[in-house]
């Protein structure tokens, strides 16, 4: 583990993966820590990975400031992170919900971004809507799995506001394109890697300025990699594709039978997409 101090004297760890050309990688959850991420699928055999646990989660610690969770609050501990390891341009992978943190760095300082890798990115940033149909027509892709009559029940349970204390639990399959005993043991280690309370004020009041960054993106001409799952229910391809629209420089790819996590999903089509066009 490695460590820097940020703007307002909170200590942050991260952790390198592999030798060569460095990228800077932001976990999602929201407020995971890194540790989740792996070595993306083997990654590191072809990049440097920087693997940064945000404030409050993993090996960094708390701040003082609970509101300093907040994701455009996060920007300036990226920022501090980029000073640290005397880059004056980087490539920057995010996932998930870390996908609005890097976004929103992109949007501010598109200066310091070479490249950006968004995988199965959250759409919060930018305001766009995912229907309830697109997630029962990405849901439907999985009909014949063993598992899909529950998980389906659970899921309009979750959309019509009538969740039983389980459900989030019973959709879980959802999130992989294998539900096998590598998915369930990165789904059963989520609990002790998240941080609540940070989660609760990462998109609080603020946080966001949909059209502003917008705005910011249409003037942001490094390229950027869009990697969608195909079978990905929280962030379903359809509403992936129109992110992409927001880019001047876009590359979208759609991962083949993959969830939202496509590294385990399949770890060699992720790796050859992601560090062909990181390289």
């Known amino acids: 583990m490695d460590s820097f101090t940020s703007y307002d004297g909170t200590k942050l760890a991260y952790h390198v993966f ?4 460095p990228v800077v990688c932001l976990p999602g959850g929201p407020m995971q820590a890194s540790a989740y991420l792996g070595d993306l699928g083997g990654l590191s055999a072809h990049l440097r990975l920087i693997m940064l646990d945000l404030r409050g989660t993993g090996q960094s610690a708390v701040p003082k400031d609970a509101a300093s969770y907040r994701c455009d609050r996060l920007v300036a501990d990226v920022e501090a992170l980029r000073e640290h390891l005397g880059l004056d341009r980087m490539d920057l992978l995010a996932h998930s919900g870390g996908t609005n943190l890097a976004t929103l760095y992109a949007a ?3 200066e310091r971004v070479s490249k950006l890798a968004l ?3 959250s759409v919060m940033a930018v305001g766009i809507t995912i229907t309830e149909d697109v997630r029962r027509e990405t849901a439907q892709r999985r009909k014949n799995e063993p598992w899909f009559s529950a998980a389906f029940a659970a899921l309009e349970a ?3 506001g009538q969740a039983a204390g ?3 639990q019973t959709i879980a399959p959802f999130w992989y394109g294998r539900w096998d005993e590598t998915a369930q043991a990165h789904k059963a280690a989520e609990a002790e890697q998240r941080n609540r309370e940070a989660a609760a004020v990462f ?3 603020g946080a966001f300025d949909p059209d502003a960054t917008r705005a910011a993106l249409t003037r942001f001409t490094s390229p950027v990699l869009l990697l969608a799952g195909e079978v990905d229910l929280n962030s379903p ?3 992936v594709t129109e992110l992409a629209r927001l880019f001047p420089n876009p590359e979208l790819v759609v991962q083949a039978r993959a969830g939202h996590f496509p590294w385990l999903d399949d770890a060699s089509q992720f790796v050859a997409t992601t560090a062909a066009f990181l390289r």
């Open 203 to 205: 998109g609080a009041e």
């Open 108 to 110: 501010r300082h598109p």
């Open 166 to 168: 389980d459900a989030f």
């Open 237 to 239: 391809p359809a509403a």
């Open 158 to 160: 979750i959309m019509a």
């Open 18 to 21: 592999g030798d060569g050309h």
């Open 119 to 121: 995988i199965t990115p």
